[in-house]
């Protein structure tokens, strides 16, 4: 059991290039979440998840994608990279069924727009 | 939308001292609490979360309080040890998770 899986680790990105963040997660759980946190602050929900083939969009959606094929995979799309999207991205899971139910994070993706 | 501020922002602490974080919330919908610990560098990990049906729940060394009339929940942390020094994260969830700016507390041995 795996838990929250992401891909890649780190990655540094010219302005204007395209990426896609990868998410999986190995606990059948239904609802997923993309964040972004920016050095010495919160995180700030991009993007989510309640199911298979159903997104929406968080309190910082501008500029990104998200797809839900599966129940296991949740990427997330970078079209045009922009220096403000340098951030450390976290995916995170939580059961399905009930909304308020803890949420299990991956290790995040640190990102670089140079 | 949901708002959460906290306070402090910055908390250093004797160890074996108690160390108090203090979270305030707008929307009186919200009906769950969780608290994260994050390490330097690593993802956020729940520590420990309360429902809006609980005033008061323990778990160890730690502590959250809920005031659901004034809106505001708090973690304590007792017998501080070096091992909880960490930027600690309060949520509030209505519809999704709203997470406060963190406050980063160290533990001076």
């Known amino acids: 059991n795996a838990g929250v899986t992401q891909t890649p680790k780190f990655r540094i990105l010219k302005i204007g290039q395209s990426m896609t963040l990868q998410c999986a997660q190995d606990m059948n759980h239904n609802y997923m979440y993309w964040y972004r946190q920016d050095p010495g602050m919160g995180l700030k929900l991009i993007y989510y998840s309640v199911g298979a083939g159903i997104t929406d969009k968080g309190e910082v959606p501008n500029g990104y994608n998200v797809s839900r094929s599966t129940t296991e995979d949740f990427p997330l799309r970078l079209e045009l990279a922009a220096p403000s999207q340098t951030s450390v991205y976290f995916c995170a899971s939580s059961q399905g069924g009930d909304s308020n139910q803890p949420q299990h994070f991956g290790d995040g993706t640190r990102l670089s727009i140079l | 939308g949901e708002n959460v501020e906290q306070h402090p922002s910055t908390l250093s602490v004797q160890e074996g001292d108690s160390a108090v974080i203090k979270c305030t919330y707008s929307?009186?919908?919200?009906?769950?609490f969780p608290w994260y610990k994050q390490e330097l560098g690593k993802r956020p990990q729940l520590i420990i979360d309360?429902?809006?049906?609980?005033g008061e729940k323990k778990d160890q060394r730690i502590a959250v309080t809920l005031n659901k009339t004034a809106k505001h929940f708090s973690l304590h942390i007792t017998e501080t040890q070096p091992e909880d020094s960490a930027v600690y994260f309060c949520a509030a969830h209505d519809y999704k998770l709203s997470f406060g700016a963190g406050t980063t507390v160290t533990v001076r041995a």
């Open positions: 309360i429902r809006s049906n609980v």
């Open positions: 929307d009186s919908a919200s009906n769950y």
